[in-house]
C-alpha cells in the first residue's frame, strides 16, 4: 500500500499515513526542548475521524476496525469530525498490560473478536495530533501538538485516554524505573520543536536494560543450513521447584560466531537428551546438555518466558547452571496502570 505524504492535504487527512517512528538511545537525552512519555507496550495505530466514522489505521497501513470494534465505537462518540490522533492500542489487566491478549485479536475469526473485544475489551491512548478540525497540524512544533491534544482530549473518557507527558527528565528518569510496573515499554524523547514527519525516525525510545543469566538447553540450526551454522540457542531457568523451564530463545550472532558455535557446542550433545528436562518436545532443535550458562539482556518476562528474542551478552563460565533461576530475574515495583492513565490530563513542565 502506498503512503500519501500528508503535507500535500494541508486542509484533509486521509490514511493511510505512516507513522513517525524513534531510533533506540541508550539513554534519555540531556538539553532543554524534550518531550518525554511512557512507551507503551501496544499496537501502534493512527485514528482517523470523518463524517462517515473512525478508520483506525495499523502501521503497515491496513485497517483495525474489525480488529477492535469496542474501540472504534468509543472513538465515534467521542472524537469530533476532522482530528487524526497517533496513539498505541492497549489491553488492561489487573498485573498492568497485557500484549498477549491484544495479539489474539489481530486473526481470530469475527465470532472471537466479538467475545474478546468484551472478555478483554482494548484502550486507545493518544500521544499526538495530526489534524484538528480538518486541518493538519503536522507542521506544528511537538510542543503546539500537544498543547492541542490537551484541549481537544480533555473531556475525553475511559477507554479514550492521553498519554502523561513531561519536559522534565528527571520525572522521566523516574518513569523509566517505575512504568515498568504497569508492563510499560520505557520512555519516548520527542524533540519539542520538530514536525511530525511520516516514516522518520526523528524521536528516541529508551529502555529499561535488564539481564538474565540462562542454562543453555539446546540450539536451532540456522534455517538456511542443514548443519555447522546455529540459528539460536535456546535458554532455560529453573522454577522454585527445581525444574528447568523453557525461557526463550537469543539469536543476534555474526555468521562467524554462528560457525563456531556449533563446534564450540558440539561436545555437550552426547547423551543429551538422556536426561533431559524438555525430552518429551524435540522436533526442530538440538538438545545439549545443560552445563553451561551465558548472560543475556531482554526487555519483557510474560509469565515464564521472554516475550522477545533476547541480546547475546556473554558466556559465563563463572555461574553454576543451577544458580540460574527466575528469583534472579528483576521484579519491577508494581505501578497502577489507573494512575499511570491518570497522569495524561497534566503534562508537567513545559519544555
Not at 533506540?24 to 482517523?48: N, Y
Not at 462517515?52 to 469530533?80: I, W
Not at 489534524?131 to 503536522?138: K, R
Not at 537469543?250 to 563446534?263: C, P, V
Amino acid at each position: 500500500m502506498r503512503y500519501k505524504h500528508p503535507m500535500s492535504q494541508p486542509t484533509q487527512i486521509r490514511p493511510p499515513i505512516e507513522p513517525m517512528l524513534a531510533k533506540v538511545a541508550q539513554e534519555l537525552p540531556t538539553g532543554e526542548g524534550f518531550l518525554f512519555e511512557p512507551k507503551w507496550d501496544g499496537i501502534r495505530a493512527l485514528v482517523f475521524r470523518d463524517a462517515s466514522g473512525v478508520t483506525l489505521q495499523g502501521r503497515d497501513g491496513k485497517a483495525l476496525n474489525r480488529q477492535f470494534p469496542e474501540l472504534e465505537k468509543v472513538l465515534v462518540e467521542q472524537l469530533p469530525r476532522g482530528c487524526v490522533l497517533d496513539g498505541e492500542i492497549v489491553v488492561a489487566a489487573a498485573g498492568g498490560l497485557d500484549f498477549d491478549a491484544l495479539q489474539q485479536r489481530l486473526h481470530p475469526a469475527p465470532s472471537r473478536i466479538a467475545r474478546l473485544a468484551k472478555e478483554t475489551p482494548a484502550a486507545f491512548v493518544a500521544f499526538d495530533l495530526l489534524a484538528a478540525g480538518g486541518a493538519s497540524t503536522m507542521a506544528l512544533a511537538q510542543s503546539e501538538r500537544r498543547l492541542r491534544l490537551e484541549r481537544l482530549l480533555g473531556q475525553a473518557r475511559a477507554p479514550l485516554h492521553l498519554t502523561p507527558a513531561t519536559s522534565d527528565r528527571a520525572q522521566a528518569q523516574d518513569w523509566l524505573q517505575r512504568f515498568a510496573g504497569a508492563g510499560l515499554d520505557g520512555v519516548i524523547a520527542k524533540p519539542g520543536a520538530a514536525t511530525y514527519q511520516p516514516g522518520k525516525r526523528t524521536l528516541f525510545k529508551i529502555k529499561h536494560e535488564r539481564t538474565a543469566d540462562c542454562v543453555v538447553a539446546g540450539f536451532r540450526w540456522h534455517k538456511e543450513f542443514t548443519e555447522g551454522v546455529v540459528g539460536s540457542l535456546l535458554l532455560g531457568l529453573y522454577d522454585d521447584a527445581g525444574v528447568l523451564q523453557n525461557a526463550g530463545v537469543t539469536s543476534a550472532f555474526s555468521m562467524e560466531t554462528r560457525r563456531q558455535l556449533a563446534l564450540e557446542l558440539e561436545p555437550l550433545r552426547a547423551n543429551a537428551l538422556q536426561d533431559h528436562p524438555w525430552k518429551d518436545a524435540t522436533q526442530g532443535w538440538e538438545p545439549l546438555r545443560p552445563e553451561r550458562v551465558v548472560e543475556v539482556q531482554y526487555e519483557h518476562l510474560q509469565g515464564e518466558r521472554f516475550r522477545d528474542a533476547t541480546v547475546f551478552v556473554r558466556w559465563r563460565e563463572d555461574k553454576a547452571p543451577r544458580d540460574c533461576g527466575y528469583g534472579q530475574l528483576e521484579v519491577a515495583t508494581p505501578t497502577e496502570l489507573a494512575q499511570v492513565l491518570a497522569g495524561g490530563r497534566k503534562s508537567g513542565p513545559r519544555p
